[in-house]
């Protein structure tokens, strides 16, 4: 069965410092990996998402993440942490859907972001 | 637009009075998902759906229902609502490749006195 883990539900960061959040998933088998971001009073909305291709993937906002297989790892980073990027962040892994799978979307807690000024 | 259209945006109701919110997607997404959000929790699916006439039960179903009798609609429906299920509710649809990001709607913020 997959399922998500992000460690830390609360990191705080200041302005122009490294931004890493923390994801692990496990997975019977290659899975697709997102990362979602919520502002407040927002739904989500996808930051990025590995799905097979390279294993270092660019997203929106300057956000990128690593696929590590062997540390069954998906980490989101970005240089520099800006005031616009205080927001609560999911990780989430699918399977996809064939006749083994649901293709269920499973999230992680979720990280909430905060940057000093 | 490809969009996710949930309403209401917000709801206050009381204990037992059924209600339902709806969900509507422009995309001819075969998947659609219902999620609870709660402080600490993160997003808990409550129930899901491959297609038309085929849905199945989330992680905490208990005390919803949902139909799926069009590929476009998945209404969220609960018969005697509870304070517990007081809550942020987010509808979602995608393909079912799974390799393609979830479209969410802009959820509804339940509350049951």
């Known amino acids: 069965a997959q399922s998500v883990t992000q460690l830390g539900s609360h990191v705080s960061v200041s302005e122009g410092a490294l931004v890493l959040l923390r994801c692990n998933y496990s997975s019977s088998v290659p899975p697709y990996l997102f990362w979602y971001v919520q502002y407040p009073n927002q739904g989500l909305q996808l930051l990025l998402k590995?799905?097979?291709?390279?294993?270092l993937v660019k997203g929106i906002n300057g956000f990128e993440a690593e696929f590590k297989k062997s540390e069954t790892s998906f980490h989101l980073t970005k240089p520099s942490a800006h005031m616009s990027d205080a927001a609560e962040y999911f990780c989430?892994?699918?399977?996809?859907?064939?006749?083994?799978?649901?293709?269920?979307?499973?999230f992680g807690q979720g990280t909430t972001l905060q940057v000093k000024p | 637009e490809a969009q996710v259209t949930q309403n209401p945006r917000y709801l206050i109701t009381v204990t037992g009075k059924k209600l339902t919110v709806t969900c509507s997607q422009n995309m001819n997404h075969e998947y659609m998902s219902w999620y609870r959000q709660d402080p600490g929790l993160g997003l808990r699916q409550i129930y899901y759906?491959?297609?038309?006439?085929?849905?199945d039960k989330g992680d905490v179903p208990e005390g919803y229902k949902v139909s799926r009798k069009e590929k476009r609609n998945f209404p969220l429906i609960l018969e005697s609502p509870s304070p517990n299920q007081t809550s942020l509710y987010f509808c979602?649809?995608?393909?079912?490749?799974?390799?393609?990001?979830?479209?969410f709607g802009q959820g509804t913020r339940l509350t049951v006195v």
């Open positions: 590995y799905t097979s291709a390279a294993t």
């Open positions: 989430a892994v699918s399977e996809g859907m064939d006749s083994s799978n649901t293709g269920k979307l499973i």
């Open positions: 759906s491959m297609n038309v006439e085929v849905t």
């Open positions: 979602a649809s995608y393909r079912k490749t799974g390799n393609t990001e979830a479209f």
